[in-house]
C-alpha cells in the first residue's frame, strides 16, 4: 500500500502569464498532519484547490491514496473533506439545514450524521441560527461540520483557525489532534499562524512564489530549532557589526530591548560573550533557547542558513 495519502509529481498551474504554482512534489504520509507556510501568494490556496477538484493543473500529476487516474481521484475526493477559503452558505439557511443540505448532497443516508456534527464540531447551540448571523469562529466550526460529513479519510483545511479568539483555537487544535489520532484522519492544513502550526503538525512543507523550498518532519526541524543563543548587551548595532565581522558564517536576529538571538550558533557561549567584553559592550542577560517556527520559515526564505 502507497505509504502516501497525497503526493504530487512537478504540479505546475499557471493562470495566464502568473506561475501560481511551479513544478511542486509535496508527500503526505497516511495518518499525518501535514502544515503547508507559506506568504499569501505562495500557492498554498491553489494547491489545496488542485488537490480537491476545484481547479485543474497546467500539468504534472496529482495522486490520492496511490490512484492518479481522474476518474479514480474523483472516487478518492468522496474520501475528503475540504474547507478551502470561506465556506459556502446560504446566509437566510439555518446551521441544522445547512448540514442536512450538504448530507443529501454527499448522499448520506444516516439522518444522525447532522447531529454527530453539530456535537463534534460544538456548534449545537447554534443550529437554529441562520448562517449570515454566525460570527467568524462560528463560520469555520460550520466549514469543519460540512467538510467531516462524510466521514472523510483526509482533510484539507485552509486557515482554518482564521478569526477564532484564543480559547478557541486551544478548541479547535484539541479537535483536529482528536480527528487525527482516534480517527486516523490525515490533515494537510495552511496557517498564518505558525505558532500554533508548531504544536500540531508532524510534517511540514515551505512554499515560496509557487515553489516548494523544503519539507521536513517535526522531529527534524525541532533538532535544526534547538540550539540558539539570546542575549541582552548595552550596544545591539556595535555588537551586530562584530558579528557580521569576526563570525561571518552566524545568522543572527535583532530583537527588541537591545536582544540578539543567534541561530545555530558556530561557536561556544563563552566565544559570544568574549566578544563583547572585549570590546566594551555590557552583557545583560545570556541563555540559550529554542528558535521558533517563524524564525526557521523567516531563515529559509533568505537563504537557509539553518539548513
Do not use: W
Amino acid at each position: 500500500m502507497n505509504e502516501y495519502v497525497i503526493e504530487t509529481k512537478q504540479i505546475t498551474k499557471s493562470y495566464g502569464s502568473i506561475l501560481a504554482l511551479d513544478n511542486v512534489n509535496i508527500h503526505v504520509k497516511k495518518g499525518s498532519i501535514y502544515g503547508l507556510i507559506g506568504d499569501n501568494g505562495a500557492g498554498k490556496s491553489t494547491l489545496l484547490k488542485l488537490l480537491a477538484g476545484h481547479a485543474f493543473a497546467t500539468s504534472g500529476e496529482i495522486q490520492l491514496f496511490g490512484k492518479y487516474d481522474e476518474k479514480e481521484l474523483e472516487r478518492c475526493r468522496k474520501q475528503t473533506g475540504c474547507m478551502i477559503e470561506q465556506p459556502g452558505f446560504f446566509p437566510d439557511m439555518t446551521v441544522e439545514k445547512m448540514l442536512e443540505y450538504y448530507r443529501i448532497q454527499k448522499g448520506i443516508p444516516d439522518k444522525g450524521k447532522v447531529d454527530e456534527m453539530l456535537i463534534l464540531t460544538d456548534i449545537v447551540e447554534k443550529r437554529k441560527s441562520k448562517c449570515k448571523n454566525l460570527s467568524l469562529g462560528q463560520r469555520q466550526r460550520l466549514g469543519l461540520a460540512i467538510a467531516m460529513i462524510g466521514e472523510p479519510q483526509l482533510l484539507l483545511l485552509d486557515e482554518p483557525i482564521n478569526g477564532l479568539d484564543p480559547s478557541g483555537i486551544i478548541e479547535f487544535r484539541n479537535l483536529l489532534h482528536h480527528l487525527n489520532k482516534h480517527k486516523n484522519i490525515t490533515i494537510l492544513l495552511s496557517s498564518h499562524i505558525l505558532s500554533e502550526l508548531q504544536q500540531i503538525a508532524t510534517f511540514y512543507g515551505f512554499l515560496s512564489k509557487g515553489k516548494l523550498i523544503e519539507e521536513i518532519s517535526a522531529q527534524a526541524l525541532q533538532e535544526k530549532c534547538s540550539d540558539c543563543i539570546e542575549m541582552t548587551v548595552s550596544d545591539v548595532e556595535k555588537y551586530s557589526v562584530l558579528l557580521e565581522h569576526f563570525f561571518p558564517k552566524d545568522f543572527y536576529k535583532v530583537l527588541p530591548d537591545k536582544a540578539i538571538r543567534i541561530l545555530k550558533p558556530q561557536e561556544q557561549p563563552e566565544a559570544y560573550s568574549r566578544l563583547a567584553s572585549e570590546h566594551g559592550i555590557y552583557i545583560t542577560g545570556m541563555g540559550r533557547i529554542q528558535s521558533s517556527l517563524e524564525d526557521y520559515y523567516m531563515d529559509l526564505k533568505n537563504g537557509g542558513a539553518l539548513k
